[in-house]
């Protein structure tokens, strides 16, 4: 009986070892942090392809306004790295970039942000709109939304939002920024402005690295 109840045991033990590695090695194939660069981009024309479209390049510009119609404008580029599973905060962060506020009335002030922190990551289905992408494989495209802490060179302290949407993804994503300064939320993101043929603001683009 002592025999009996100890292969059991053993059946038992094995089940359960097995079961925990399926369970953990799931969670881990499922769960990778994922190190993604985040840019404000700028549209150029791309001429080597047919039919001809954009050339996805860093250096971009994008505004959002606030409750009066003040106007915050961003540059900038950086990474961070999302905890596995996908959400979450994160420490993992570079980058930053320039800031232009223009007010309704009197003077424009300027400076330069760091990025201090990931507050939460949320990819979304889409791929790549650009006809050659600078920045980085096409396949490692991203859309989603990201949202991030930012440090102003003037003291202040706020919260950037970047929105990325790519071909296929669904119109509920917008392509842009809003961004927080202090207490003053600039919430009304300015819609993608021109094309690869001229003048162009307002988007956004992730790339896993």
Not at 20 to 25: D, E, K, N, R, S
Not at 120 to 135: F, L, M, N, Y
Request: glycine share 14%; with cysteine.
């Amino acid at each position: 009986m002592r025999a009996k109840t100890r292969r059991i045991s053993g059946v038992a033990s094995v089940s359960l070892a097995l079961l925990l590695a399926m369970t953990f090695g799931s969670q881990l194939a499922y769960g990778q942090a994922q190190h993604v660069r985040w840019d404000i981009i700028l549209l150029t024309p791309a001429t080597s392809c047919t039919p001809p479209g954009p050339t996805v390049n860093p250096g971009g510009q994008a505004s959002a306004n606030d409750n009066q119609g003040n106007t915050l404008t961003l540059m900038g580029t950086g990474t961070f790295v999302a905890p596995a599973g996908g959400g979450g905060t994160s420490g993992a962060v570079t980058g930053g970039g320039t800031w232009t506020l223009t007010p309704v009335a009197g003077a424009t002030s300027s400076g330069s942000y760091l990025v201090t922190g990931l507050v939460r990551w949320e990819e979304a289905p889409g791929t790549d709109p650009a006809c050659v992408d600078t920045i980085g494989n096409p396949s490692d495209f991203r859309a989603g939304l990201a949202v991030l802490r930012i440090q102003y060179n003037d003291g202040s302290h706020g919260i950037l939002v970047l929105s990325c949407h790519g071909v296929g993804t669904p119109d509920t994503v917008f392509e842009g920024i809003t961004a927080s300064k202090d207490f003053v939320d600039y919430w009304h993101r300015q819609a993608p402005s021109g094309g690869p043929a001229g003048a162009n603001a307002n988007r956004t683009a992730f790339h896993l690295e």
